[in-house]
């Protein structure tokens, strides 16, 4: 089983629609027994909430499923727990490091797979109000990611439905 964290400051924008839509894309793959997935974000302040409105006003858009989803804060063992942690942004992966250690293979920016992608970081919607710019950052991202969990652990994809 490979397990994949998304990782953002709040969880309630970036994260949880990188999850909703990673989600989907492996269920279409038919990979939603080889691959588990989950959001968390550094700060409490949003623990419990279910996603931000621009989050869920776009994966309504899209007919992306988010019933289960709701902000948690990371901790210490997810760093253990998780294949994969995938944060959105620099400030995430130096927010993490406060969290505990994790072997630097396992963590980077979602954008990192994304070679043509000029910027590395997913801009905070919360700040900028664009969730149309994040959710085509993270559509790209989760493809490279992925087409990376495929090829890296040999998977198999069955056609899904
Ligand atoms: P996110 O956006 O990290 O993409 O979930 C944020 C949500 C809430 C806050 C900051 C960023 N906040 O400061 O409450």
Same mark, same amino acid.
């Given at each position: ?35 588990? +997935?989950? =959001?968390?974000? %550094?700060? @409490? ?11 869920? $006003?776009? #994966? ?13 804060? +990371?901790? =210490?063992?997810? %760093?253990? @727990? ?11 992966? $130096?927010? #993490? ?65």
């Amino acid at each position: 089983m490979v397990r994949v964290l998304f990782l953002c400051l709040g969880n309630i924008c970036r994260s949880p629609m990188a999850e909703a839509v990673f989600r989907q894309m492996v269920r279409e793959r038919g990979l939603q027994n080889e691959i588990e +997935i989950d =959001s968390a974000g %550094l700060g @409490d302040w949003h623990v419990g909430d279910k996603p931000h409105r621009g989050t869920r $006003e776009i #994966l309504d858009r899209y007919k992306i499923p988010y019933d289960s989803i709701y902000s948690r804060q +990371i901790t =210490s063992k997810d %760093l253990a @727990d998780f294949t994969y942690i995938v944060a959105m942004d620099e400030d995430n992966i $130096e927010g #993490l490091s406060r969290v505990g250690k994790t072997p630097s293979a396992r963590v980077f920016r979602l954008l990192d797979l994304v070679d043509e992608a000029q910027e590395k970081n997913v801009p905070d919607p919360y700040f900028t109000g664009n969730f149309d710019e994040v959710y085509r950052l993270v559509r790209v991202g989760c493809e490279r990611l992925l087409q990376k969990i495929i090829a890296h652990h040999a998977l198999s994809q069955n056609s899904g439905n």
